[in-house]
Structure formats: C-alpha cells, structure tokens
C-alpha cells in the first residue's frame, strides 16, 4: 500500500517548490495546490506530484478544492499551509477587498482546510500525523506597508494554538515563522542590503532552511502548539 501524501498548497514555486521537491527525494508522495499554471508544474507532474489547481480567494474556491483534494486522495501524512500573499496594503477604493483576500487564503483557507481534512490525516496509517502553519517574523511586529497581510498571518499564528489544541494527541500542528529567506524576482542589490541588515545573521539563505525546519517537524513526535522562528534573530536587531 503506498504511503499517504503530503499536502503543499501553494507549492508551485519558491518555498513550496522547494519542499515538494525535496518531500519527493526523501520518498513522500506529494499533492500541491497552484493558481497559475506554468510550464514548471511539468516537471513536478513527471516527478509523480498531483497538482490541483486552487484560487483561496473565495470560500467556493476553498470549498472546491477540498472536494477536489478529497476525490484524488482517501488519506494525507501531512498538510502544509504554504500559499500566500504578500500584498502591500491599498490606500484606495480596494483596501477592503484587499483585505478580504488576504484573510481568506491565510485564514480562511487554512480554517476550512484543516476542519474538512481532519478526516484524511486520521485516516493515514502512519503513527504521525502533522499540519504545518507557515506564518512571519512579522506576526510579532506588525508592518507599516504590510498591515492586513501580517494580521492575517497573525491569525494564522493563532489558530495553530487552537488546531493543536483541539487535535492532539492524533495530529501535530505547529507553525514555521521565517523572515527573509529568499527575495523576490523585482528586489535588487539595495534592497537586498537593507533587508539583510534586518537580522543578526545578516544573510539571505533560501529554502533549504526552511526545508529543514519542515522536516524537524515532520520527524518529532513531540512537538505541537509550536511557533518555529527561522529568521536569523531579526528580534535581536
Ligand atoms: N519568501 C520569504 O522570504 C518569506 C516567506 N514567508 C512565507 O513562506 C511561505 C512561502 O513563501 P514564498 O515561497 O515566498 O511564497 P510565494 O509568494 O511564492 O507564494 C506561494 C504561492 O501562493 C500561491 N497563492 C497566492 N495567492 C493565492 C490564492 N489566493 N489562492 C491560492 N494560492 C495562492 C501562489 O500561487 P501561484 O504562483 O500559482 O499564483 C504562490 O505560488 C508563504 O506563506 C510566505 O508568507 C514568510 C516570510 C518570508
Ligand atoms: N507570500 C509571500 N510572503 C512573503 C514573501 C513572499 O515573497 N511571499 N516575502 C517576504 C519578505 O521576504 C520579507 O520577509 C522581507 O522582510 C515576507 N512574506
């Protein structure tokens, strides 16, 4: 019987990709969720990775996805709420919706995800189960150009401590809090710069640390209800 897979929404790039790619090296099934398609998903379909497509920006793109998830797969290792986005606040006409949309893939999605697919991951028949929040150092500071994005992250933060709660002892669920890990296609050197100047480490060091944390995570039995910093100790700048 093959094992259960491993849920990555967002996981067509960056971050999720790189942990779809390394779930698959060390012997997982995975299942990503992306919006967009793009020629890249082709490698990750002929490394065996299910791909569902899913727009978090309305509860009935929420709801479908479940429904689609659920007919692909009668069990799941793991879920890992990785999808977001990382949009500035508007100042105009659309600061509302902006918010909406941010509370819904950070929030809602993950709500709805974990409450409709709790029944998946008891069905796996491994003896550890887990579900990973991926949240941000800047939960704990909020942000003047990021605000509904890091109070929607804040929430996020939050109900890892309620899904914890609620299902232990047959489910883990913890959450990844990075900083700066990779930058963006449009940072340039200046930015790069001040942004590295953020952190007591003073460096930019890709996915590969969060991979590691995941994996932390997925290997401990006795690890729920936990905030992971990964942010190279920007609280101590
Ligand atoms: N990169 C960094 O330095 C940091 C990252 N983080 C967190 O780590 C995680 C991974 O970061 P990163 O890889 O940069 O993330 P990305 O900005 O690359 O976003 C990941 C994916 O989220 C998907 N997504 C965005 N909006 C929606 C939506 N409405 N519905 C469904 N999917 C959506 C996108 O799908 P598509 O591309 O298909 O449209 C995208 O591929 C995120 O949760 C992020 O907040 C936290 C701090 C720092
Ligand atoms: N969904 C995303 N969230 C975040 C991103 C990103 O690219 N996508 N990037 C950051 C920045 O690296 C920030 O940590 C720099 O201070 C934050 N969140």
Redesign the pocket.
Known sequence: MSASPILI????????RHCAERLLDDGHPVVI????E?DELETLRRRGVVTLQ????TEA?ILDFIARLKAETSSLRAIV??????APDSLEQDAGANFE?LF??HMQ?PYLINLQCRELLEACPEPQRDIVH?????VRKGSKKHAAYAAT?AGLDNLTLSFAAMYAPSIQVNAI????????KGDDAAYAEKAMAKSAMGMIPG?GV?YQSLRYLLDNRYVTGVILPVDGGRHLR
Do not use: C, E
């Open positions: 929404t967002g996981g067509a790039q960056r971050l999720g969720s992306y919006r967009r793009r899913a727009d978090f920006s793109g709420h990785n999808a977001s986005d990382w949309r819904r893939v999605a991926m949240t941000d150092f800047v992250k809090a990075p900083a700066l890990i990779m930058l963006g996915p969060i």
